[in-house]
């Protein structure tokens, strides 16, 4: 004691207040100074003695001191036995931190055990299950290392002829939910699913059918559509056969983007509904979270806002709980596109500046295109177009490859008034009948966007071609990564104004009124007043002035309310000509 007492008067540790006597460094200089000075041996029975000693005073509850035990066996290990307590203490305490949401934390313990492991020779057995946990540790915590891990872990699964091994490495590596890359296939996820699921026994219904779902939807960007729904399909039938719920949610939540698409609006409101359902059975905060992130989704598409909104909130508090950065950037992109149909576009910057830095901290390589096409509905509405302009040219250079951005940039033009680019883009397309915009979640967006496009340019051909390919559809709202358009009557109004249609163009701007009315978008009422004002200036069978004039002075009002510079320069030109 003597010795503490002479530290403690040169104020080189302090007392620690409590019943039994304890003292602290007063500074960790101190610590590591005295540390330093102590030669490899020493270090190695100092560590010893006090992990030895937290085992004797602690051994009834040893959970709290996982850290402690992990660090002082790992800097005592030499012989075997003591290896294989720092590796235990070590997996224990990233299993622990990982209950605990320390999903970054986890990851740290389990790529130390599994250097530990290799440093003392461990089995390749004990290798792959460190391998798999540290991948899932990464990906919970947005690391997109976890990628790599993982094919690692599939590789070696290979080799040593472990299905288990490769099905969970196999399964864990990916969103499940989505497809790993947005616009792109993943070659070498894909391989090891395909492996995976040639090993997996006919009668393992449970591997079969997680496989499946996951292999549909990692192909949602592959030429081949009936391959992955048929895939999905079988997914679901396996996961139904087993009787197990959480099988039946990972089903139904691949499912859902493997087979978007607008003619799948009842089958995904079905399957959203009792994805919610098997939630409350199964009490997974997780799947939870994202069985309300789909039902956003489907119900904004609906223009059922009343149903969004709650699923929202749900999926907001969840995210709040879970502190996954992946369901919390998956929250504040859905809080932006609410916030835009909204039309409270400076609410809409704000989170959707928050939900790119969060994403980006995911490892999510699609935020900042998200973040992008929000900006970009903003900076059109408010007419800056050449920061529009920009804004697209900076998306180009992300590397994506989608007809959507294609679409985006011949209605750019046409704002530009470069008729000839807009022209070009659209008549690539027109000579296919449109054949070559893949059928996947950003199909009725593009489409849409090239309806609006084809108006601009009074192009009949297209329009007529175009209004075939919607007319089934127009109730529904295009939703292109969870930002939102006007319905797509809107957009049947603007093509059968082209052709001459003017009854129907009535129909379609009445029908799209009353939708943007009911779900409260302002924007989209204001741009459909628009276009029902141009028509019945151009249209000579409804050929109507004084209502044109009307609903132009409704649309002059919104756009002046909320800062839509774009449709008040446009409905002041039309003003200009009712003169």
């Known amino acids: 004691m003597w010795a503490l007492e002479e530290a403690t008067a040169a104020r080189l540790v302090i007392e620690v207040a409590g019943t039994a006597p304890r003292y602290r460094f007063a500074h960790a200089l101190v610590r590591d100074t005295l540390y330093a000075g102590l030669s490899a041996a020493r270090r190695t029975t100092l560590h010893r003695r006090v992990a030895e000693a937290i085992e004797a005073v602690h051994g009834g509850g040893l959970d709290d001191y996982l850290p402690a035990l992990a660090h002082h066996w790992a800097r005592a290990a030499a012989p075997a036995p003591e290896l294989d307590k720092a590796v235990d203490y070590t997996i224990r305490a990233g299993d622990r931190a990982l209950a605990q949401l320390a999903h970054d934390e986890a990851a740290a313990y389990y790529h130390q055990a599994l250097e530990l492991t290799e440093t003392g020779g461990g089995d390749e057995a004990g290798q792959l299950e460190l391998l798999i946990r540290l991948g899932e540790a990464q990906r919970r915590a947005g690391d997109p290392g976890h990628r790599r891990t993982l094919l690692h872990a599939a590789a070696l699964a290979r080799r040593l002829g472990d299905t288990d091994g490769l099905v969970r490495a196999a399964l864990v590596n990916g969103r499940a939910i989505a497809y790993s890359r947005l616009g792109e296939l993943d070659p070498e996820r894909i391989a090891v699913l395909e492996a995976a699921l040639e090993d997996v026994v006919e009668t ?60 799948t609006l009842p089958e995904r409101l079905t399957n959203t509904g009792e994805l919610v359902a098997v939630t409350e059975r199964l009490g997974d905060p997780f799947i939870a979270a994202m069985a309300r992130f789909f039902r956003v989704r489907t119900a904004m598409e609906t223009g059922d806002l009343e149903e969004a909104d709650r699923c929202l909130a749900a999926l907001e508090a969840h995210a709040a709980d879970l502190r996954q950065p992946f369901v919390q950037w998956v929250a504040q992109f859905s809080r932006t596109g609410r916030e835009l ?21 995911a490892g999510q390589h699609e935020a900042v295109l998200v973040y992008t096409l929000e900006r970009l509905q903003t900076q059109i509405e408010q007419d800056k177009l050449t920061d529009a302009q920009q804004t697209l040219a900076d998306a180009n250079t992300l590397g994506f490859r989608l007809p959507l951005l294609d679409s985006l940039q011949a209605m750019l033009a046409c704002e530009l008034q470069q008729e000839d680019e807009a ?8 000579a296919e009948n449109f054949k070559a915009v893949p059928v996947n ?9 090239y309806a609006v496009v084809a108006a601009r340019l009074t192009n009949a051909d297209t329009s007529d071609q175009l209004y075939g390919i919607l007319a089934p559809y127009a109730r529904q709202l295009p939703v292109a990564l969870l930002v939102p358009s006007g319905c797509v009557a809107y957009h049947l109004g603007m093509l059968a104004s082209v052709l001459g249609r003017g009854n129907t163009a009535e129909d379609h701007f009445v029908h799209a009124a009353e939708i943007h009315t009911r779900i409260g978008a302002p924007v989209w009422l204001a741009r459909t007043r628009l276009e029902r004002a141009r028509m019945l200036l151009t249209c000579p069978h409804v050929r109507h002035p004084d209502r044109a004039r009307e609903l132009l002075g409704q649309a002059v009002g919104t756009a002046r309310e909320l800062g839509l510079g774009n449709v008040e320069r446009r409905a002041n030109a039309l003003v200009r000509e009712c003169a």
């Open 423 to 430: 022209r070009r883009l659209l008549s690539t397309l027109a």
């Open 204 to 263: 393992d219904l449970e591997s079969r059918a997680r496989l499946m779902a996951n292999l549909a939807v990692e192909l949602v960007f592959a030429a081949d559509r009936d391959r992955r729904v048929a895939l999905s399909d079988q997914a679901l039938a396996a996961a139904r056969a087993s009787g197990n719920d959480a099988v039946l949610a990972h089903v139904l939540m691949a499912r859902y983007y493997t087979i978007l698409a607008p003619n």
């Open 441 to 449: 979640n950003l199909w009725l967006s593009t489409i849409a966007n």
């Open 341 to 361: 149909l909204a039309g409270r576009y400076d609410v809409a910057d704000l989170v959707a500046s928050a939900a790119l830095k969060t994403g980006q901290a």
